[in-house]
């Protein structure tokens, strides 16, 4: 695209001559990206300046530098000025977000786009509204925790919810795929940082809300007002998918039409006479259409919410009720959540991300509903995160498991003994012990469970690394535990 026409009506100071009919052929903000003939916006962050990167940037291409007014350019770039476009705005941000839309042809706008928000739940429905749209016949594009998808392709993913331009390049790539859904988790912290500004979703869920992320939004109605964010921003023909049995749900506002599900509230969807077993559920949906019964392998409350979540999108979107049925009971499980790990020793090993004191209490409860037996927990809390959940997590455990090895997470740049320090604080009982290393937490766990009892490893779900302070490892859980049982 011209740089005349990129930055048409949005940069009123004159452009030099020579640089009209440039062709921008890259537009970016992460200077480690390949730069070639590129527009780079040096933007500023937390802990970083933007112009810091602009050389860097410089050597891999970009041909053009956006940087807020007051920067002393000459200084940063040396001889290199004269070889390069300044342009000099108020708020790189904002400029980014207008070209940066206008670069990728506004993609948001020619796909159907649905953001799910929520401290839990996000990912199990991304993975079960995917395969409700492939049953429907129709292609899907997911951005989510575990990795991004377009059919059998996969991305690694860095973050929940990608930056503004990597949304809007993917987006790019599935309208020129002519994908027609792409299911999206939107995290508060893009919410809050508006880097889902200019994509027009289609439709909006909500989980729950529980603490989580207080590190980053200090009080829960600051994390409240991120997750609503999705809400505002509706259109009027937009649907608003909400869990009615969560407080903060009933709170939510948006101008288009709400679809309210719940299993204890009255609602639109309900889910009614449940039935939890070991290697899953059986329940009813009551909806305005009638009334369907779903078996699936998930097991537990929390998974019904998720279920009823994608169910009431399906139905909001006016699909057969009976392919939408299919679309759930095809899908077996999701990566790191609660998932089992076979073996030939009788044991109910499962696998899940809970992180959360929530999270940990979704799956604890869920699993206490349907054995008898003894649970054996491990777990741990991530470093540089929420401390006050440390605490929490660990009084979960207490009174849930009946026996814990307390370990390490991703300790990051902390001690991990002084995080377990803190966890066990929290403990109302002496069930548990102490195990620093997580491949060690593991096999001892291994080790204590007898036939028929249940081992429930937290906290990591689907990721295959540990990040520690100076080094990140693999870290493959179901390898570890493989190798255990041989």
């Not at 802990?47 to 041909?63: H, N, P, V, Y």
């Not at 799910?116 to 739940?121: D, K, R, Y």
């Not at 997750?227 to 288009?256: E, H």
């Amino acid at each position: 695209m011209l740089l005349s026409e990129l930055i048409k009506g949005f940069y009123i100071k004159p452009l030099p001559a020579a640089w009209g009919d440039f062709e921008v052929r890259m537009v970016s903000c992460d200077s480690r990206e390949d730069q070639a003939d590129g527009l780079f916006v040096a933007l500023s962050g937390f802990k970083f300046k933007g112009e810091d990167f602009i050389k860097d940037a410089l050597s891999r291409g970009a041909k053009v530098i956006v940087s807020g007014g007051g920067n002393d350019l000459i200084k940063i770039l040396g001889d290199d000025i004269h070889k390069v476009c300044i342009l000099e705005v108020d708020d790189p941000k904002a400029f980014l977000q207008v070209i940066g839309q206008r670069f990728y042809g506004s993609p948001s706008q020619k796909i159907k786009s649905i953001g799910i928000t929520g401290t839990n739940g996000k990912t199990t429905i991304t993975y079960l509204m995917e395969s409700i749209i492939h049953t429907i016949g129709k292609t899907c594009g997911v951005v989510g925790t575990i990795n991004h998808r377009v059919g059998d392709k996969t991305i690694p993913s860095k973050n929940t919810t990608p930056g503004f331009l990597d949304n809007q390049r993917f987006l790019s790539q599935l309208v020129e795929a002519k994908v027609d859904y792409c299911v999206m988790e939107t995290s508060s912290h893009a919410l809050d940082q508006g880097r889902l500004k200019g994509i027009d979703f289609t439709a909006g869920i909500f989980t729950n809300l529980t603490q989580d992320h207080l590190d980053y939004h200090k009080d829960m109605e600051s994390y409240f007002k991120a997750k609503a964010l999705l809400f505002r921003g509706l259109g009027q023909n937009a649907a608003a998918i909400i869990n009615v049995d969560d407080d903060y749900g009933k709170r939510l506002l948006c101008q288009g039409p709400i679809w309210r599900y719940a299993i204890d509230e009255a609602a639109d969807v309900r889910a009614v006479n449940i039935h939890y077993h070991l290697s899953g559920s059986r329940f009813e949906i009551a909806f305005p259409q009638g009334q369907v019964t779903i078996n699936t392998r998930f097991i537990g409350k929390h998974n019904v919410y998720n279920i009823l979540a994608a169910f009431t999108w399906g139905v909001s979107q006016e699909f057969d009720p009976v392919l939408v049925q299919k679309g759930i009971e095809r899908l077996t499980h999701v990566p790191g959540r609660l998932e089992p790990v076979n073996n030939d020793k009788g044991i109910f090993i499962f696998i899940d991300y809970a992180h959360t004191e929530d999270g940990l209490v979704n799956v604890l409860k869920a699993l206490r509903a349907v054995t008898t037996s003894k649970i054996i927990l491990v777990f741990g809390c991530g470093g540089d995160r929420d401390r006050t959940k440390r605490p929490k997590m660990a009084k979960a455990a207490s009174e849930l498991a009946d026996h814990s090895v307390v370990t390490s997470d991703n300790p990051r740049s902390e001690d991990p003994q002084a995080i377990i320090d803190e966890i066990l604080t929290g403990f109302t009982k002496k069930n548990y012990e102490v195990c620093v290393d997580r491949t060690e937490a593991i096999g001892r766990a291994l080790k204590l469970a007898q036939k028929g009892e249940v081992v429930l490893i937290a906290g990591k779900g689907h990721e295959d690394y540990q990040i520690f302070r100076d080094k990140t490892i693999p870290f493959n859980e179901r390898e570890i535990i493989k190798e255990f049982l041989r």
